[in-house]
């Protein structure tokens, strides 16, 4: 696993995970993740330097509703970081259902460190569901829980068969 720059993992290990553009099937300034924080085989972290330059954000400010495609883009780069690991090319993704979601601030603010995580609750291939949260100072901003769909969208399978 190659990253830009070193990140200690939950072990203390220093990990290097590939560049996050790498991971999304995403295209800049779509790209609202800046880098993997630390993964394993059922999560992954992702992490975001809010810039006065990051999409979405007016006044030095983005509204907790952008949280969701954060939220979405850390499942995405789970995906791809899935899919690396066996030598898959990234595939499009798409939400399919939220059993969940919470906003505990109206917003976030520039400068602040947001860590974004995503953990497989259950899931394959191509249909998974995900708990997710999204963390800044120390507290939650918002959280949910996903079903998403990797793959074409006009054959939406009726089940799946390998690890999301």
């Not at 998974?128 to 399978?157: K, L, M």
Request: glycine residues 12%; negative net charge.
């Amino acid at each position: 696993m190659e990253r830009a720059g070193p990140c200690r993992g939950g072990s203390g290990i220093v990990m290097r995970y590939a560049p996050i553009e790498s991971l999304l099937p995403h295209r800049a300034p779509m790209i609202l993740l800046d880098e993997v924080h630390d993964a394993s085989e059922r999560s992954i972290t992702c992490r975001i330097v809010l810039r006065a330059d990051s999409p979405f954000v007016e006044h030095g400010r983005v509204p907790a509703l952008v949280t969701v495609e954060y939220m979405a883009q850390c499942v995405a780069a789970y995906a791809g970081l899935q899919a690396s690991h066996q030598g898959r090319a990234v595939r499009i993704g798409y939400i399919i259902g939220v059993r969940f979601v919470d906003f505990s601030v109206e917003a976030l603010h520039v400068g602040e460190e947001i860590l974004v995580k995503a953990t497989r609750v259950w899931g394959d291939d191509a249909l998974g569901n995900f708990e997710c949260s999204v963390d800044s100072g120390g507290h939650r901003a918002a959280e949910g829980v996903f079903t998403v769909y990797q793959g074409d969208i006009g054959h939406v399978p009726a089940g799946g068969t390998a690890s999301l």
